[in-house]
């Protein structure tokens, strides 16, 4: 496995983000009705476009703790850091996190981009090591996951950390708490989950 860079401070040094270069991508109304089977299997949708937590789910998949490898932490302010455009709810300034999802054994199920109002931040990840999901569950937040895109394409920095072959299924959803969003999420799955969930596509 390629070693992570850990960090727990923020940088005002803004380390460039994992963004799939897409071959399809699809809005609210496609993650709304789904996907035809023969372009994403029903157990990849049930992943990529139903609300429950990316973090159980891999967690439920594999039998092992799912573990956070915290990349990069970077203070953006007012920068849109070509983040889907939803990061404009989003109050600023903003501070922007890179992680790796992995099982407990090493395996890299998932990367994921999150931009916050980085005031806030510490109020919501007080272990910045934890998974997001971890963090708000230990402060019993009451969260709505929002999907708004499904992306599919390419990325070659995410070949060689998943070392697998792309493309790559992708998604962006928002994180509201009592009414007001919370953070923006950006989230890549490696097709290592084959193993668990069976092909893409169905013929």
């Known amino acids: 496995m390629t070693p992570a860079i850990r960090s727990t401070q ?76 939803q990061i404009e709810v989003v109050p600023g300034p903003r501070l922007r996190r890179q992680v790796w999802l992995r099982t407990a054994s090493g395996q890299r199920l998932a990367y994921a981009t999150s931009w916050w109002e980085a005031s806030h931040v510490d109020d919501y990840l007080q272990n910045r090591s934890l998974p997001i999901w971890a963090s708000l569950s230990r402060l019993r937040t009451e969260l709505y996951r929002d999907i708004q895109g499904i992306h599919y394409g390419h990325c070659p920095a995410l070949e060689l950390a998943f070392e697998q072959v792309g493309p790559f299924w992708g998604r962006h959803y928002l994180f509201w708490h009592h009414g007001r969003p919370l953070t923006l999420i950006y989230e890549v799955f490696s097709p290592y989950l084959v193993k668990y969930l069976g092909s893409m596509q169905l013929d």
């Open 10 to 85: 923020p940088s005002t040094l803004s380390a460039p983000w994992h963004v799939l270069d897409p071959l399809w991508q699809g809005g609210e109304a496609v993650v709304q009705q789904g996907l035809p089977h023969h372009q994403l299997a029903p157990a990849w949708q049930m992943l990529l476009l139903g609300d429950g937590s990316p973090t159980r789910h891999l967690q439920l998949l594999t039998g092992e703790p799912t573990e956070v490898d915290v990349l990069d932490m970077s203070l953006i302010g007012m920068d849109d850091d070509d983040a889907p455009k």
